[in-house]
């Protein structure tokens, strides 16, 4: 019976211990989709920024949706879209139990998605000026920053739907992807919006 109870105890110390590594395992197990939906992000932003330095800018305007000129334009709806994105982050604290207002209401999460959606498509007919009258432009470090964000800024969206419609992720990688989608737009703005209310007068109309 000693020799058994030896025998035991020595048989319990050499198999691996895995109640620690568990953890690492599911960690790994958790990184590695959210690794490759980060890389088709970064594959959509190369593939931006790829086309607005080959592509030949033509410099001609688009629809000025009422507006005077094509850059007011351009300067409001990106003041409308990062609004909006500022919007989207409050009522995502609040469904996320971060704000003082207590539980979020049934309308917060429509809302929340309408917010994005309207953000998104305000920024559309930014882009495409941009990519297709301007391209990719180095002309001084403002306009190096605010090519780089914008072509970040539709590689972060693309990882944000992904990861928005997968079961396989840490709750955190959602919020941290959403928070730095509205960062990217806020950059965005101070980089293009502000420099020209700045420059041309506000309202800039």
């Not at 395992?25 to 939906?37: E, S």
């Not at 920024?123 to 306009?143: D, E, I, K, N, Q």
């Amino acid at each position: 019976m000693g020799d058994v109870r030896t025998e035991s105890r020595a048989t319990a110390r050499a198999l691996p211990d895995t109640t620690e590594a568990l953890p690492d395992t599911v960690a790994a197990t958790t990184m590695i989709p959210f690794l490759i939906l980060v890389s088709i992000g970064a594959a959509v932003s190369l593939a931006l920024g790829t086309y607005g330095n080959v592509h030949a800018p033509t410099g001609k305007g688009i629809a000025t949706f009422g507006f005077p000129a094509v850059l007011p334009m351009k300067a409001w709806f990106a003041t409308g879209a990062a609004a909006l994105g500022l919007g989207q982050l409050t009522s995502a604290l609040w469904m996320w139990g971060k704000l003082p207002f207590g539980k979020a209401p049934g309308w917060i999460g429509p809302t929340h998605r309408w917010l994005g959606t309207a953000a998104f498509l305000l920024t559309l007919p930014v882009a495409y000026h941009c990519l297709w009258a301007l391209g990719f432009r180095t002309t001084s470090p403002r306009v190096l920053l605010h090519s780089l964000l914008g072509c970040a800024f539709y590689g972060v969206f693309t990882t944000k739907m992904l990861v928005l419609r997968s079961r396989r992720l840490a709750g955190w990688m959602l919020p941290a992807v959403g928070g730095f989608l509205v960062t990217i737009l806020t950059g965005l703005w101070l980089t293009s919006s502000l420099w020209f209310f700045t420059n041309s007068g506000f309202p800039g109309v």
